[in-house]
């Protein structure tokens, strides 16, 4: 870690160089007059001042730190440990406090919201443990820190400083919340999802296994199978499954700044998705968001293993900022898919919803679209579009506790 040193004097009067010179004359005047108790005095008080200036200076030296979190991935109400580990790796004991800076988007567990601070004394080659249990308030990207140690003489006159520049990215996932049931229209050409359809497709690989008898020595993979010193056959999507795409039109929100109700929508999209994983169906996302830190804004529908967390950390990044129209994104994430059902999510209906309906229609793919509000000229576009169109309240369950 990236340590910047400071000295921080605490405001007493054994570390006020006005009080060192009156202190010093004192001394003089003590000797000049053979004033042995005053000289003896007055040099013991520069003896603990000069030994606690001397303690401080090395109070930092040989002491290390480090900063860990038992989860850098959480959802929107769920508790995190921020610890923190700290070491006196020498001789002469010192006394430590550790600060955090605390986000707004965190809340710490019975204590102060605006910062964390503990304050210990260490003895030679002693260790101490100082941890937080903090609670995600609200979804986003953070960067916890700069932390903040001070280390100084255990009789507190003087302080020195380190500041480190390193800090630790946490991501907050949208609240998962409870969902009504309701029926979408899928495409399914075999009826059973997942990897027991019995067409399999050689395009798409998720993965290796061992090698089975059975199964043709055509898929075997060489490459796994020189890497495990056994042999390793392909394992294939199926050609045919029911593939869901959730969609997100982020333009409606920025216009309005329906913070509230870009929440609640990312908290809808972040529990179907997962509901939808469950029943075995291939779960894709597709928006015109810009992200926190960049990165891809269309994930194909596939039931590759990390899809799920990929999805999550998307809506987790996703800001209500527009960077393109959804039609472009909506022909990648559907054009090379076949089967492939979409649900739509929007604030209001425009324009953008019924060339998207148009769209899905002339590929043949189904849709069904979510608005947060619903008025007559809402209405007037679900007789245009000719599509299934839903308010928001129709599947989220209003006032609900976390899933």
Same mark, same amino acid.
């Given at each position: 870690?990236?340590?910047?040193?400071?000295?921080?004097?605490?405001?007493?009067?054994?570390?006020?160089?006005?009080?060192?010179?009156?202190?010093?004359? +004192?001394?003089?005047?003590?000797?000049?007059?053979?004033?042995?108790?005053?000289?003896?005095?007055?040099?013991?008080?520069?003896?603990?001042?000069?030994?606690?200036?001397?303690?401080?200076?090395?109070?930092?030296?040989?002491?290390?730190?480090?900063?860990?979190?038992?989860?850098?991935?959480?959802?929107?109400?769920?508790?995190?440990?921020?610890?923190?580990?700290?070491?006196?790796?020498?001789?002469?004991? /010192?006394?430590?406090?550790? !600060?955090?800076?605390?986000?707004?988007?965190?809340?710490?567990?019975?204590?102060? =919201?605006?910062?964390?601070? !503990?304050?210990?004394?260490?003895?030679?080659?002693?260790?101490?443990?100082?941890?937080?249990?903090?609670?995600?308030?609200?979804?986003?990207?953070?960067?916890?820190?700069?932390?903040?140690?001070?280390?100084?003489?255990?009789?507190?006159?003087?302080?020195?400083?380190?500041?480190?520049?390193?800090?630790?990215?946490?991501? /907050?996932?949208?609240?998962?919340?409870?969902?009504?049931?309701?029926?979408?229209?899928?495409?399914?050409?075999?009826?059973?999802?997942?990897?027991?359809?019995?067409?399999?497709?050689?395009?798409?690989?998720?993965?290796?296994?061992?090698?089975?008898?059975?199964?043709?020595?055509?898929?075997?993979?060489?490459?796994?199978?020189?890497?495990?010193?056994?042999?390793?056959?392909?394992?294939?999507?199926?050609?045919?499954?029911?593939?869901?795409?959730?969609?997100?039109?982020?333009?409606?929100?920025?216009?309005?700044?329906?913070?509230?109700?870009?929440?609640?929508?990312?908290?809808?999209?972040?529990?179907?998705?997962?509901?939808? !994983?469950?029943?075995?169906?291939?779960?894709?996302?597709?928006?015109?968001?810009?992200?926190?830190?960049?990165?891809?804004?269309?994930?194909?529908?596939?039931?590759?293993?990390?899809?799920?967390?990929?999805?999550?950390?998307?809506?987790?990044?996703?800001?209500?900022? @527009?960077?393109?129209?959804? @039609?472009?994104?909506?022909?990648?994430?559907?054009?090379?898919?076949?089967?492939?059902?979409?649900?739509?999510?929007?604030?209001?209906?425009?324009?953008?919803?019924?060339?998207?309906?148009?769209?899905?229609?002339? @590929?043949?793919?189904?849709?069904? +679209?979510?608005?947060?509000?619903?008025?007559?000229?809402?209405?007037?576009?679900? @007789? =245009?579009?000719?599509?299934?169109?839903?308010?928001?309240?129709?599947?989220?369950?209003?006032?609900?506790?976390?899933?």
């Amino acid at each position: 870690m990236t340590f910047a040193l400071e000295e921080n004097r605490e405001p007493t009067i054994f570390n006020s160089l006005l009080a060192r010179i009156f202190v010093g004359i +004192f001394l003089f005047i003590a000797l000049l007059y053979r004033q042995t108790d005053l000289a003896l005095l007055t040099f013991l008080i520069l003896l603990v001042m000069s030994a606690a200036k001397i303690w401080s200076s090395m109070s930092l030296y040989r002491v290390r730190c480090t900063i860990n979190v038992n989860k850098q991935r959480v959802f929107s109400g769920e508790t995190l440990v921020l610890e923190t580990r700290v070491e006196n790796a020498k001789l002469l004991p /010192v006394r430590l406090r550790v !600060q955090w800076s605390l986000d707004s988007a965190f809340r710490r567990v019975g204590g102060d =919201e605006h910062g964390l601070r !503990q304050e210990a004394g260490l003895l030679w080659y002693q260790r101490a443990q100082l941890h937080w249990d903090l609670v995600a308030r609200r979804r986003g990207v953070y960067r916890m820190g700069p932390d903040c140690i001070r280390a100084g003489d255990l009789l507190g006159f003087f302080e020195k400083e380190k500041r480190s520049q390193d800090s630790i990215s946490i991501l /907050v996932y949208p609240r998962l919340v409870r969902l009504k049931s309701f029926s979408l229209p899928m495409r399914d050409l075999f009826g059973v999802p997942g990897a027991k359809s019995p067409v399999k497709d050689p395009v798409y690989i998720l993965g290796t296994r061992d090698y089975q008898p059975s199964g043709p020595s055509r898929h075997i993979h060489w490459k796994a199978s020189a890497r495990h010193l056994r042999l390793q056959e392909k394992v294939f999507e199926p050609s045919q499954q029911e593939k869901v795409m959730l969609a997100l039109e982020v333009g409606s929100f920025e216009k309005i700044t329906a913070k509230e109700a870009f929440e609640h929508t990312l908290e809808v999209i972040a529990s179907l998705a997962v509901q939808l !994983q469950d029943r075995g169906c291939a779960v894709g996302l597709a928006t015109n968001g810009i992200l926190t830190g960049g990165g891809l804004s269309v994930l194909p529908a596939t039931r590759a293993p990390g899809q799920l967390p990929a999805i999550l950390e998307i809506l987790a990044r996703l800001q209500a900022a @527009q960077k393109s129209t959804m @039609q472009p994104i909506m022909r990648q994430a559907t054009g090379s898919r076949r089967g492939t059902s979409c649900i739509y999510f929007a604030y209001r209906a425009g324009p953008a919803v019924v060339e998207t309906a148009k769209a899905c229609r002339q @590929q043949n793919i189904p849709i069904t +679209f979510f608005v947060c509000r619903s008025d007559p000229e809402s209405e007037a576009i679900r @007789q =245009e579009s000719r599509a299934g169109m839903h308010t928001l309240d129709e599947i989220r369950i209003r006032g609900n506790e976390p899933a």
